[in-house]
């Protein structure tokens, strides 16, 4: 899916259910009456460019049994977590902007390691970043406060 705008629904802003790999990009899911992007995929999943903003359960909830990649995207104000991720592989986020939620910043859980290559997870109701990994942890240049 490439350049989708889901906002103002009173419910989830986009849904997605696969068995396959999915990849979102360019993407607004703002000020939803539920969560703003829900995946759940069987195959890998990248997610590039994204804004979820003031929506008001999670800006993103992502699930699937393989590796989750998140490029520069934007997770703050929402009502709940700003990203949740559970992977049956492991995760990189680069460059991912999770701040100002009204719970975690970035709640992740992965069977496989987690790379956190830049970005900020500041102003959260929760943590900034809550990782729970199977392997190994990696953060860089990483703002969370």
Not at 3 to 26: F, L, M, P, R
């Amino acid at each position: 899916m490439d350049g989708v705008a889901a906002e103002q629904n009173s419910d989830t802003g986009a849904s997605i259910a696969s068995a396959y790999k999915t990849y979102v990009e360019h993407g607004d899911f703002n000020g939803n009456g539920g969560s703003g992007l829900v995946v759940v995929s069987g195959g890998e999943v990248k997610l590039n460019e994204l804004d979820a903003v003031a929506n008001s359960a999670a800006g993103a909830s992502i699930t699937t049994g393989s590796n989750v990649f998140v490029n520069p995207s934007y997770f703050t104000w929402n009502g709940a977590n700003g990203l949740d991720i559970a992977a049956g592989g492991g995760v990189l986020l680069s460059e991912v902007t999770a701040s100002n939620n009204f719970g975690m910043g970035a709640n992740i859980s992965a069977a496989g390691g987690i790379t956190v290559n830049g970005g900020q997870f500041s102003n959260n109701a929760g943590d900034g970043l809550n990782l729970v990994s199977g392997g190994d942890i990696v953060i860089k240049c990483v703002t969370a406060l």
